[in-house]
């Protein structure tokens, strides 16, 4: 073989040897990587879970705050003072010179009483305010007959209102002066009223099985008359620097009251936890939660759930 030729042979030995070399090293790397992820070693990043299969979901963050258990009642308005005024002889009414509404000075006549007999002399008789007011009531019409033990009059304070209420003696337990209670009303709906038991009967009414109640207005009001009806939420339980969460936050599971959390890697996480008070849409967490936990509030959700928080705009919670 002529030296040209011996030339040409070795070359191309050397660039297979290359090529090979090359492969080699390729297929080294690959398995080198793939070995070193299996047991824990630096290596590329893993791609994440699938977001598809994220779940949406809200949340509350714990911070402490205040609970109140309320129950609904009715209440009427009227005035803390009121006075009635009698006739002083019986006999037809026949004029009245006030209106519901008007204020009176005391000794103010308010009405003329006609107490004669037919073919006797006619001798008006007034009926005068005892006391300076408003008058609240005014049963009677002329012509009607009344007697001195009938109230044709009630005079009392538009500036100085009340709230009767009857409570049920099963919250009986729960009454004391100075509770809290919100007034809603016909004329106002949207606005709410406070007030607190300002009184209580040591009695439960035994027709009604109720136990009356009266309220003092925190403030006054000129749209709060007496005569008015009042819806009232009272107050009988209240706890403050505790943990609340909505109602359908709570799951039972294993005949134990849970929550769902967000936990590390944007994983839902099942919690234990004790309740408390509770009230239409609010329950008191006791025990089972931190500050600054989030509790997942709405989502479908199970034990490592990859969850996305509304209104996020990554997986990451905040």
Do not use: H
């Amino acid at each position: 073989m002529d030296s040209s030729k011996k030339n040409d042979l070795i070359g191309k030995i050397i660039v297979i040897a290359l090529i090979a070399i090359f492969v080699a090293v390729g297929i080294f790397s690959m398995v080198g990587t793939s070995n070193t992820a299996g047991m824990g070693m630096p290596s590329a990043r893993v791609a994440p879970q699938n977001k598809a299969n994220t779940v949406t979901v809200s949340v509350k963050a714990m911070i402490p705050e205040t609970i109140q258990r309320t129950v609904l009642l009715n209440g009427n308005i009227s005035s803390k003072v009121e006075t009635n005024i009698y006739p002083d002889t019986s006999g037809k009414v026949t004029n009245i010179l006030k209106t519901v509404g008007e204020s009176v000075y005391k000794g103010e006549i308010i009405a003329y009483v006609d107490p004669s007999k037919p073919g006797s002399a006619y001798a008006a008789s007034p009926v005068k305010a005892t006391v300076a007011g408003t008058i609240i009531q005014l049963p009677y019409n002329i012509g009607d007959t009344i007697s001195t033990n009938n109230s044709l009059a009630v005079i009392g304070s538009l500036k100085d209102l009340e709230v009767t209420v009857n409570v049920s003696e099963k919250y009986s337990s729960y009454l004391k002066i100075g509770l809290p209670a919100y007034l809603s009303l016909i004329s106002a709906p949207e606005e709410k009223f406070t007030a607190r038991v300002s009184s209580i009967s040591p009695v439960v009414n035994i027709d009604s099985r109720s136990q009356q109640i009266k309220l003092t207005l925190d403030q006054k009001d000129e749209r709060i008359k007496p005569g008015m009806f009042a819806q009232v939420r009272l107050v009988i339980q209240e706890e403050k620097n505790t943990f609340v969460v909505p109602q359908k936050a709570i799951k039972t599971y294993n005949d134990e009251s849970t929550v769902f959390v967000v936990a590390d890697q944007n994983m839902a996480q099942r919690k234990v936890v004790t309740t408390g008070i509770s009230n239409d849409s609010e329950i008191q967490i006791t025990f089972g939660l931190q500050e600054g936990d989030l509790v997942i509030t709405a989502g479908s959700v199970t034990q490592g759930s990859l969850i996305k928080i509304a209104g996020s705009s990554s997986l990451q919670a905040n």
